[in-house]
């Protein structure tokens, strides 16, 4: 009998210790987002203006951030895999798409170019990098990275399917990084992450940039309520998010100056 | 800096450990004192959670409370509590079967012979305890090593929120990724010597009891 009291009081205890207190948002979002820091930044800022919201942070590939939305696990979602979202808004769970940064995705690899790729456009990059077997990570974790990877082989028309220089990492932009680095393999990346994780850290450098065809193009997208219910009661907070994400000048001055300390130059891009 | 994740994973484990030990020790006395139908059942549906992955729990844990799961409507799906579920669901059936374990051949001695003596009941579960706390001392070492160190369902059902449910395990995973040696070493430094600590306690406690 005492134990059994005992236990109930603790059960009570740990019941009412987590208690929650503020509005929380939850915004999944893709590892490329936060392993950059960027949105540490904007939520610091954010928690300035809106002290009464909360926002945790989902850091999964944008193919799970889908996923976590559709089930009602996530309230808003800013990922980078155009085709996706365009599928999530007509499957009508997403209801509104607002594009508001971009970078440029790259292709890097083992400092000494084993397939001479430098200068190359990423069409023939990838085309040269699969004729002479060089080694290749890929995310193959559906997220937007890995989305924009798989576009190219779809254009060059090469099917990488068990091809042995082709490595699937499965995770996340950083850790695939470190694989690439490891192996001494070509890999794609968003430039954002390379300079944080990898420039001045991993024996990688940056052989194609400044492709047009490898625009990184970040959106917010909120829920429709219809098909994701729960979003109607947090409908005020989420307005409060995404004004500030998209149109708030604490946003634009801090994507316009973000990296610029560091690396001499930005690491995104507003887009107009 | 990660002090506070530090103590989260304590807390969270602290938690696990208790309902873990509070379940794990009942059912290994219950096992190794009463014979009943489908007990061997019962001991395989044990043996196969003691080697279950941890990432198949935090799967399944994942499913029942997302919102549009059973217990969705608890809201607990990214939080400590969904967490602490997940790691007293790793310690009980290693904690139940060193317990069973260490009681099968004398618990009934040991049962009947205090029975004799005319010990109450909680007065048997001391006797009993106190007999087998060199086994319940590596039961909770071993438990503890297990549920600090997951990283799989910790990420999966915690998600990996700082501030709030970023714990050693997932930060050591996360700063790496983000390239941040320095950080998840120590981290990781902070890990072992903490193990070390609570293991030294442990063995403090089975000599003194003694």
Redo the contacts between chains.
């Keep these: 009998m005492?134990?059994l009291v005992f236990?109930l009081i603790?059960i009570l205890l740990?019941v009412q210790g987590?208690a929650?207190k503020k509005v929380t948002l939850?915004l999944a979002t893709t590892?490329s987002v936060s392993?950059s820091?960027i949105l540490?930044v904007l939520l610091d800022e954010f928690k300035k203006e809106y002290p009464s919201i909360d926002v945790?942070?989902?850091?999964v590939g944008s193919g799970q951030a889908f996923e976590l939305a559709k089930?009602?696990?996530a309230d808003l979602l800013i990922v980078h895999s155009p085709a996706d979202e365009q599928k999530f808004i007509e499957d009508g769970y997403g209801k509104e798409r607002i594009p508001f940064m971009k970078n440029y995705f790259v292709v890097a690899g083992s400092p000494d170019d084993p397939c001479k790729i430098q200068g190359k456009t990423a069409d023939e990059a990838f085309k040269v990098i699969a004729e002479k077997g060089c080694l290749f990570v890929s995310r193959a974790d559906a997220s937007g990275t890995n989305k924009k990877e798989l576009s190219i082989w779809k254009e060059i028309n090469i099917n990488t399917d068990g091809k042995e220089w082709y490595i699937k990492s499965g995770?996340?932009?950083?850790?695939s990084?470190?694989l690439a680095s490891e192996k001494g393999a070509y890999i794609l990346t968003d430039k954002a992450t390379f300079m944080?994780?990898?420039y001045n850290?991993?024996p990688l450098k940056i052989f194609v940039e400044n492709d047009n065809s490898l625009l990184n193009i970040y959106s917010i997208i909120t829920l429709n309520p219809d098909k994701v219910p729960?979003v109607v009661a947090l409908k005020g907070e989420i307005n409060d998010f995404v004004n500030f994400i998209t149109s708030s000048n604490t946003t634009r001055s801090i994507i316009e100056d973000f990296g610029k300390g560091k690396f001499g130059f930005p690491l995104f891009e507003l887009l107009n | 800096m990660g002090i506070d994740i530090i103590l989260r994973s304590l807390w969270i484990a602290f938690?696990a450990l208790?309902f873990g030990s509070?379940f794990g020790i009942s059912i290994g006395i219950w096992f190794a004192l009463k014979t009943f139908k489908f007990k061997r059942v019962l001991f395989l549906i044990l043996y196969l959670f003691l080697s279950l992955p941890p990432i198949t729990i935090g799967l399944f844990l994942y499913l029942t409370f997302?919102?549009?799961?059973a217990f969705?409507f608890l809201?607990w799906?990214?939080?400590?509590?969904v967490m602490?579920i997940a790691q007293a669901i790793m310690a009980t059936p290693l904690i139940s079967i060193i317990t069973f374990n260490s009681l099968e051949h004398r618990g009934k001695k040991i049962y009947e012979t205090a029975l004799l003596l005319g010990a109450k009941p909680?007065e048997i579960i001391r006797k009993i305890l106190k007999e087998i706390r060199f086994s319940l001392g590596l039961a909770v070492a071993t438990a503890f090593g297990k549920v600090i160190s997951e990283v799989g369902a910790s990420t999966l059902i915690g998600?990996?929120?700082?501030g709030?449910t970023r714990v050693m395990s997932t930060s050591i995973l996360?700063e790496?990724?983000?390239?941040n040696?320095n950080f998840a070493l120590k981290q990781a430094l902070a890990l072992i010597l903490i193990s070390l600590a609570i293991n030294f306690f442990i063995l403090i406690w089975q000599g003194k009891t003694e």
């Design positions: 005492k134990k236990s603790l740990f987590c929650a939850r590892t392993d820091g540490s945790d942070i989902l850091a089930r009602g696990d995770s996340g932009m950083g850790a990084l470190i944080t994780v990898a850290k991993l729960h | 938690w208790l509070i997302s919102r549009s799961g969705g809201g799906l990214f939080t400590t509590k602490i909680h998600g990996d929120i700082e709030k996360a790496t990724r983000m390239g040696f």
